[in-house]
């Protein structure tokens, strides 16, 4: 299974709707990623967890906020958000994430998020 | 910063070789990768080159660099309709994150 499967695959939510997106993955992998990106933009790391630990937030704002309930799991909570919110979300893993090695980043196919 | 750029488009015939370019900043980046986005979906990679190398080959898929002018070029042999996608060229930059540039959007032609 070298799969990332999240869900929903789309999403449309109210500035004062609390949702969340999901992102799974069973390879075995110990470093997870979500990435926010815009329409015709690269994508845009937004947190690293590593080993189930967050280890990056690229001064994300706090209207997002990631949870890693175990190794294989991956949740965005979404809360208050801004109509300029509206963007594929991705979500990636990796084996660990902690060294420059050739670490294939698998992607998820996204939730596809409209904020009104 | 680093920064990493791609020209925004290419149109090829269906057959034909297709080239897209990439120029980056960041010297010290040890892999530089290629990644391959259809639409509706998520980043696929295709294939990566260690920075000590001149080319990389992999079937239809062969990856030149050159590291001195800081240029990674993709090039696409016997182009078909399914190679329509958005590619991007990444470079890893000194804490180990993926800096993307903005993306080729690659049109093959009948």
Known sequence: DTEVTQTPKHLVMGMTNKKSLKCEQHMGHRAMYWYKQKAKKPPELMFVYSYEKLSINESVPSRFSPECPNSSLLNLHLHALQPEDSALYLCASSQDGTAATNEKLFFGSGTQLSVL | ?110
């Open chain 2, 1 to 110: 910063g680093e920064d990493v750029e791609q020209s925004l488009f290419l149109s090829v015939r269906e057959g034909d070789s297709s080239v897209i370019n990439c120029t980056y900043t960041d010297s010290s980046s040890t892999y530089l990768y290629w990644y391959k986005q259809e639409p509706g979906a998520g980043l696929q990679l295709l294939t990566y080159i260690f920075s000590n190398m001149d080319m990389k080959q992999d079937q239809r898929l062969t990856v030149l660099l050159n590291k001195k002018d800081k240029h990674l070029s993709l090039r696409i042999a016997d182009t078909q309709t399914g190679d329509s996608a958005i590619y991007f060229c990444a470079e890893e930059d000194s804490s180990y994150k993926l800096i993307f540039g903005s993306g080729t959007r690659l049109l093959v032609r009948p």
